[in-house]
């Protein structure tokens, strides 16, 4: 695995610890999280993205919470949370602008071999799965019976579905 970037820039984004509970059973994976969200270090931190008020809707976590009790309620329903990617140089919070010379991926051999309860992991967004695919997969050991799902973003950018679509379409791979 490619060591961690050395700080060379002021553009390196260094993602978060997973959120993971006692027994996840569910791992929703995006790619890096944004600048709102490395700012306030919370995941899904953007005032308009929608991952807080999907999980609302599926698992009735209640929106209004702290994100520690946020979080909590969601590691409480089995569910975990992540990103592929451990660090990277990324100016601003798009997925695009990552270079991806850069890419730095985190320990998922590592995650599966300690909570072997993850059947499903599903991606947040088409950016979180072509990283799982090209970085992950070919170089780390991941379980042959592992599911995996590619959800359309919750970021505000992905903005061709309606919070509505965007629920539904999580609902159906999350509670199915």
């Not at 969601?74 to 991806?100: F, H, M, N, Q």
């Not at 991606?123 to 019976?145: I, L, T």
């Not at 970021?155 to 199915?176: D, F, G, M, T, Y």
């Given at each position: 695995?490619?060591?961690?970037?050395?700080?060379?820039?002021?553009?390196?984004?260094?993602?978060?610890s997973?959120?993971?509970?006692?027994?996840?059973?569910?791992?929703?994976?995006?790619?890096?999280?944004?600048?709102?969200?490395?700012?306030?270090?919370?995941?899904?931190?953007?005032?308009?993205?929608?991952?807080?008020?999907?999980?609302?809707?599926?698992?009735?976590?209640?929106?209004?919470?702290?994100?520690?009790?946020?979080?909590?309620?969601?590691?409480?329903?089995?569910?975990?949370?992540?990103?592929?990617?451990?660090?990277?140089?990324?100016?601003?919070?798009?997925?695009?602008?990552?270079?991806?010379?850069?890419?730095?991926?985190?320990?998922?051999?590592?995650?599966?071999?300690?909570?072997?309860?993850?059947r499903?992991?599903?991606?947040?967004?088409?950016?979180?799965?072509?990283?799982?695919?090209?970085?992950?997969?070919?170089?780390?050991?991941?379980?042959s019976?592992?599911?995996?799902?590619?959800?359309?973003?919750s970021?505000?950018?992905?903005?061709?579905l309606?919070?509505?679509?965007?629920q539904q379409?999580?609902?159906?791979?999350?509670?199915?």
């Amino acid at each position: 695995m490619k060591e961690i970037l050395s700080d060379q820039s002021e553009h390196i984004a260094r993602g978060f610890s997973p959120i993971l509970g006692q027994r996840p059973r569910v791992l929703i994976l995006g790619s890096m999280p944004g600048q709102a969200s490395l700012e306030a270090n919370q995941y899904y931190a953007h005032p308009r993205n929608a991952f807080w008020p999907i999980m609302a809707a599926l698992f009735a976590i209640e929106g209004q919470q702290s994100y520690e009790n946020r979080v909590w309620q969601l590691t409480e329903k089995g569910v975990a949370v992540w990103d592929v990617l451990k660090a990277c140089i990324r100016p601003g919070s798009l997925d695009s602008a990552i270079a991806e010379s850069t890419i730095v991926v985190n320990d998922f051999s590592r995650l599966f071999r300690d909570f072997p309860e993850i059947r499903l992991v599903a991606f947040n967004g088409q950016a979180a799965a072509r990283y799982w695919h090209k970085y992950v997969m070919p170089e780390q050991a991941v379980p042959s019976a592992l599911r995996t799902a590619v959800l359309p973003s919750s970021s505000p950018a992905h903005a061709s579905l309606n919070l509505i679509q965007k629920q539904q379409r999580w609902r159906e791979v999350l509670l199915s």
